[in-house]
């Protein structure tokens, strides 16, 4: 074989999008297995442990810089799973940003979580800060809660009923208003 005819190494880019492209198939393939994007979270799930290696936007009330699950009990919880490269999760932001200014009056509680850890801090503060309206806690570093929860999906949406457990999931946000409608009118008559 000439010089001419050797092929080149790979390059990191070349085995970075190789890379992504493997991952997005290995997820397309686990979301089918899973029946689609609706109940990727089972009914009845208990509300994890809130662990991470830190939280933002937990400085003013009712957080005032600790987030605790005494802060959500009783409480409707909408807990949202993305990370800054995720395009469909970038994309799903500003309309949950919008159901946040709708539905936190009325005490619904919203929590991000997010895989990328600390070293990914200025990354995701950025995009936190992008996002018109994007001001409930988030916590980086969340792999042991995803992980409890079963995530295996990105985007994932999970609504919390006031018992503490997982009641609607899905990777998409229509059809969240009407769980969340029903949590309230649930909680409500309780």
């Not at 899905?170 to 059809?175: A, I, M, N």
């Amino acid at each position: 074989m000439s010089s001419s005819q050797r092929r080149k190494p790979m390059s990191w880019a070349e085995l970075t999008a190789f890379a992504l492209l493997g991952l997005a198939v290995v997820l397309l393939v686990r979301s089918s297995r899973s029946g689609g994007s609706a109940g990727i979270v089972p009914a009845g799930t208990p509300f994890p442990a809130l662990m991470a290696e830190g939280w933002l936007n937990v400085d003013g009330p009712p957080y005032d810089g600790t987030l605790s699950l005494k802060n959500l009990k009783g409480r409707v919880v909408v807990v949202d799973c993305w990370a800054t490269w995720c395009p469909p999760c970038r994309r799903a932001m500003p309309e949950l940003a919008d159901l946040y200014a709708k539905y936190r009056p009325m005490g619904v509680e919203f929590l991000g979580l997010t895989s990328q850890a600390t070293g990914d801090l200025p990354v995701i503060e950025q995009f936190i800060g992008s996002v018109d309206g994007f001001d409930w806690p988030v916590g980086y570093g969340t792999m042991p809660m995803q992980d409890m929860l079963g995530i295996r999906v990105l985007p994932t949406v999970v609504v919390f009923g006031p018992e503490g457990t997982a009641v609607w999931s899905s990777s998409r946000l229509s059809g969240i208003e009407a769980a969340l409608d029903q949590q309230l009118a649930k909680a409500a008559r309780e």
